[in-house]
């Protein structure tokens, strides 16, 4: 396959301006908070204020007759008809699954629950009636800690299944064929590093609170959501309701950010849905930012013990991970995977020979967590980065050094991992050649040098960071091994008017990342039509009906190839059109620059827009001829992509306040070939911002009684243009094989890579006080601690 | 309920509001001004930002009777059909200075103020002068970007076209030491102290 053949790439590569752009710059973008219909009524709705209660009595009748109420619930007067909200990675086949209803009944588990539902005509009226439900509750003893929560009579949050365990999920190279044994790397290292690092909990913190309208009036129930997957939501609001699917329409309209937030099927979106179809009548719920932050799913929150054994020359021979993911009180959409994301990568770039990763997934009296932008694939590179500094201290080798004589050579992919995974290509030196060179690598080093000899109150330290990651989610058998509950391919669609104009329906759900304008540009390319004849349908699955939606880095590296093919399909229904139109046999026919032609013959082509008017006229068509150029095509990829990048991060700690910033930050990125830079670059800087932000800001902090202190954006520290520098990003090409865009997949890049390279970099500037780790976020208050403790860590 | 008579992008409006109703809500409920969003429930996020006698204000943090006989300019009411796009919203498109754009309609009227009062500023007063506007898709660049052009545009100066981003790509089997070269000096001079 290849894009239009013999026709320059006229769209693909370059930098458009985003389509999206005219309705949101001008405020007329249709958000779900934005949508208003006829009778409409509004949801409030009554949260736990413990972290662990029994519910032992509720009584909505008082707020029944606060004005303007319509109507009141509690979780057990929708007990019989809410079921559980499901879990669909059921990681292991004894994985502990506790229910998870919408509303609790019995049992709060978590600050934030949701306990009561108001419905009334105003959203104040509905807010202010909460105030007349009468709920009493008896405490039970909380448990918030990861490791508090296995000790043995730890207080349970699901008591009726004995255990705060959920699951355990193992790999091992040497039981898997894929490596040798950790253990016996372990006893012939020569050298062997053992750390302990914290993933701190993270608020995904998309900006658009969720916002859900459900109208129940129509034949089919229409439920407008803030959400990152109308399709696999629309699957699982039939499954647990019982409503047949094709009774249900679900659309996301303008979705504000998701960063894997809005990869759920929430409680919310359950509670509008039974209230819409208690009342009978179309109904709203938009969280506040407190609410959001308090119940919509976190990211992240594990503890990592690493164990890597190397040779003195730097050479790691064995790699071995022992990992507490905290789930929270219940499973999320695909919570018990995220880890499993990660476990794939701890080893990273580099051939490691023999690797082992175990991981608990254990309950909490918190908000549960779930995918939150890298989901894993953070984790891991944080850890395995970290970690390889270590080893560089250790044996005295400058960390790029210690990297290089464990990557994966250019010429020796497609490589077969320690994990079983195929990584596809890559060129790690080229990558780090360049951002060596964009930073100033060696100059910053003989900086450093001289700083620390004058003893300067402000170090310099400088951080590196390479990566890969899986994207491109996901070939579909993979998933099913994995026990994930759904596929991972993806749908695309052209519909040719008669006008010649073109509407494109793409299973893949954006956010922001500008799948109208990058979809756009690869049909003009496959086509021949104009950028500006192109629409871009998602996200309703009424036009849109079959897709797996936007996560993972998927939309492209996966939705690309469906679009692409499903193109390829339309050119090949046209053929016989022109065919007849130029009154030549097919074969006689050639495609090129968006015209069918004689071959030989320059003029008088006919175009794809005169083929559809033939086609819609049908007046004149091969005998026999359906008349139809519209296809669709369904791709299911056959392996993950594996985009990587160097990223070098200058920081200038002052060791008498603690302070930290940013000198410089260099990313240099290889996502394969790009369809649009502008937008590849935008999603680089943001990525890297939320890398450097959960090295630097940003911790969801639970008191000893399981209520959230930072609940509010006042209080969970989320940066502003004024605590961040200018990024220099730049790429390496190296195309995805095997793919027709020769894409790979970027939106996960950014965040995956940099919060390692700001934590060496700050680690490095202490280095010479005894600094060996700063648990992130590394506040002024950590680092000042650890600069000024003895022996470092903080 | 309280009489406040408010124009909003041109357009005056009298209504009886609940004393306690906030600007945001009055606009986005009374009077469809639904272009202007909330974000947060503490004034953190700015996304609700608009002109109020031509100052930023975070109209969550307003009540709508405070704003009684006062002009309120909102992001619908920054361009029109008679005049085309603001410069900032302009310079917004050019330099995708927006993703998911909820943010942006506060973050473009902040801009909108900020140049106001500081027709020429540097990228560190620009950086500032955001403080109060959240987003967190675009690692704020491309903003800081968009808005030095508007400024440039807005003091009637000719914006270049950003640099077509393909030259920026290239490939690892082909490195070119001059533009790398280049690059590496522009960059060192950004990292010098």
Redesign the interface.
């Known amino acids: 396959m290849t894009i239009a053949p013999d026709r320059p790439a006229a769209e693909v590569g370059t930098a458009r301006r985003r389509k999206e752009d005219a309705r949101l710059i001008t405020g007329r973008t249709l958000w779900t908070e934005n949508v208003t219909l006829p009778g409409m009524l509004h949801i409030a709705i009554l949260r736990s204020p413990f972290a662990h209660a029994r519910i032992t009595r509720v009584d909505v009748e008082p707020a029944l007759r606060e004005p303007g109420v319509v109507a009141a619930f509690s979780g057990r007067d929708v007990a019989d008809v809410q079921g559980s909200l499901p879990c669909a990675w059921p990681v292991t086949e004894d994985i502990v699954l506790p229910d998870r209803p919408a509303v609790a009944v019995d049992e709060v588990r978590f600050a934030g629950e949701p306990v009561a539902v108001v419905v009334a005509r105003s959203r104040a009226a509905a807010v202010d009636a909460l105030a007349a439900v009468d709920v009493d509750y008896e405490p039970l003893p909380v448990v918030l800690d990861l490791e508090a929560a296995l000790a043995e009579g730890a207080p349970l949050v699901h008591a009726d299944k004995g255990t705060n365990k959920t699951y355990t999920w193992v790999f091992d190279s040497a039981q898997a064929g894929t490596g040798g044994a950790v253990e016996a790397a372990l006893a012939d290292a020569e050298v062997v590093i053992r750390r302990r690092y914290r993933q701190q909990r993270l608020v995904p913190a998309f900006m658009e609170p969720r916002s859900v309208v459900v109208d129940p009036t129509g034949d089919q129930v229409t439920v407008w959501t803030s959400t990152q997957i109308p399709h696999i939501l629309r699957f699982l609001l039939a499954a647990v309701t019982g409503t047949p699917e094709h009774k249900i329409r679900v659309i996301a309209p303008d979705v504000g950010g998701g960063f894997g937030g809005k990869l759920a099927f929430t409680p919310e979106e359950m509670i509008a849905f039974l209230a819409a179809k208690r009342v009978g009548k179309p109904v709203k719920y938009t969280e506040s930012r407190t609410d959001s932050i308090a119940s919509a799913h976190h990211g992240r929150d594990m503890i990592q013990d690493i164990e890597l054994a190397a040779r003195r020359d730097g050479t790691v021979l064995g790699l071995k991970v022992n990992l507490l993911a905290n789930m929270g009180a219940y499973l999320g959409l695909v919570g018990p995977g995220v880890p499993l994301l990660g476990a794939f990568m701890y080893n990273a770039i580099y051939k490691f020979p023999a690797y082992r990763f175990e991981c608990s997934g254990v309950f909490t009296n918190t908000t549960l967590t779930d995918a939150y932008r890298g989901a894993g694939r953070p984790e891991a590179t944080y850890a395995i980065e970290r970690i390889m500094d270590e080893l560089a201290v250790e044996l005295g080798l400058d960390p790029i050094e210690v990297r290089r004589r464990n990557w994966i050579g250019h010429e020796e992919f497609p490589f077969t991992t320690v994990c079983g995974l195929s990584y596809d290509s890559g060129d790690y030196a080229a990558a780090t050649d360049r951002a060596k060179e964009l930073f100033g690598y060696d100059d910053l080093r003989r900086e450093q040098a001289e700083r620390r000899e004058r003893g300067d109150p402000v170090q310099l330290g400088i951080g590196v960071s390479t990566y890969t990651e899986m994207c491109g989610l996901a070939p579909s058998r993979v998933l099913g091994s994995l026990r994930f509950g759904a596929g991972g391919w993806e749908s695309a669609a052209i519909r040719m008017l008669p006008t010649g104009k073109v509407e494109v329906v793409t299973g893949t759900s954006p956010h922001g990342q500008g799948h109208e304008t990058a979809w756009s540009q690869i049909v003009a390319d496959q086509l021949g039509v104009a950028f500006e004849d192109i629409e871009v349908l998602h996200g309703d699955t009424r036009s849109a009906y079959k897709g797996l939606d936007t996560y993972g880095s998927r939309s492209l590296a996966v939705g690309g190839i469906a679009l692409v093919n499903a193109c390829q399909k339309v050119v090949e229904k046209a053929r016989p059109v022109a065919a007849h139109m130029l009154e030549c046999d097919v074969e006689d026919l050639e495609w090129s620059g968006g015209q069918f032609r004689v071959r030989g013959v320059p003029e008088g082509g006919r175009s794809l827009a005169d083929c559809a008017l033939a086609v819609f006229a049908a007046h004149d068509l091969p005998d026999g001829m359906e008349p139809n150029l519209d296809a669709d095509a369904v791709y299911d990829p056959v392996n993950f992509s594996f985009p990587h990048g160097t990223h070098l991060c200058a920081a200038e700690v002052d060791t008498e306040t603690g302070r930290v910033t940013l000198r410089g930050y260099v990313a240099v990125d290889d996502v394969g070939r790009v369809v649009n830079p502008l937008i590849v670059e935008g999603q680089v800087h943001g990525g890297v911002v939320q890398g450097i932000s959960q090295a630097l800001f940003e911790e969801a902090v639970y008191d000893g009684d399981g209520n959230l202190l930072s609940s509010t954006f006042a209080d969970y520290t989320l940066p502003s243009a004024a605590d961040l520098p200018d990024l220099v990003t730049d790429r390496t090409e190296t195309p995805a094989p095997g793919h027709p865009l020769g894409t790979k997949g970027v939106g996960e890049a950014g965040t995956i890579a940099a919060t390692p390279a700001v934590v060496n970099a700050i680690v490095d500037a202490l280095r010479p006080r005894g600094v060996n780790d700063i648990q992130m976020p590394c506040t002024p208050e950590r680092v000042w601690r650890a600069a000024h403790s003895q022996g470092g860590a903080s | 309920m309280t009489r406040i008579s408010i124009t909003v992008d041109g357009v005056r409006y009298d209504d009886d509001v609940?004393p306690r109703t906030l600007l945001v809500h009055h606009l986005r409920e009374q009077l469809g001004?639904?272009?202007?969003?909330?974000?947060?429930?503490?004034s953190?996020?700015g996304?609700c930002t608009v002109l109020l006698s031509g100052h930023a204000v975070k109209s969550c943090s307003v009540l709508a009777v405070q704003a009684d006989g006062q002009d309120v300019l909102?992001?619908?009411g920054?361009?029109g059909p008679d005049r085309g796009?603001h410069p900032v919203?302009q310079a917004?498109?050019?330099r995708?200075a927006?993703?998911?754009?909820?943010?942006?309609?506060g973050m473009?009227m902040t801009a909108v103020d900020l140049l106001s009062e500081n027709p020429d500023p540097s990228?560190a007063e620009?950086?500032?002068g955001?403080?109060?506007?959240?987003?967190?898709?675009?690692?704020?660049?491309?903003?800081?970007s968009a808005v030095r052009d508007a400024a440039t545009a807005l003091r009637g100066g000719t914006v270049p076209l950003?640099e077509?981003?393909?030259e920026?790509?290239?490939?690892?089997e082909e490195?070119d030491p001059q533009r790398?070269q280049a690059?590496?000096a522009a960059?060192?001079e950004?990292?010098s102290?």
């Open positions: 609940e001004k639904i272009g202007t969003v909330v974000g947060c429930d503490t953190n996020c996304a909102t992001i619908e920054l361009s796009l919203q917004f498109h050019q995708h927006l993703q998911c754009g909820f943010c942006t309609p473009i990228d620009i950086r500032e955001l403080e109060g506007n959240l987003c967190r898709c675009t690692g704020y660049q491309n903003i800081v950003p077509e981003e393909p920026l790509a290239i490939d690892a490195p790398a690059a590496a960059i060192a950004k990292v102290p």
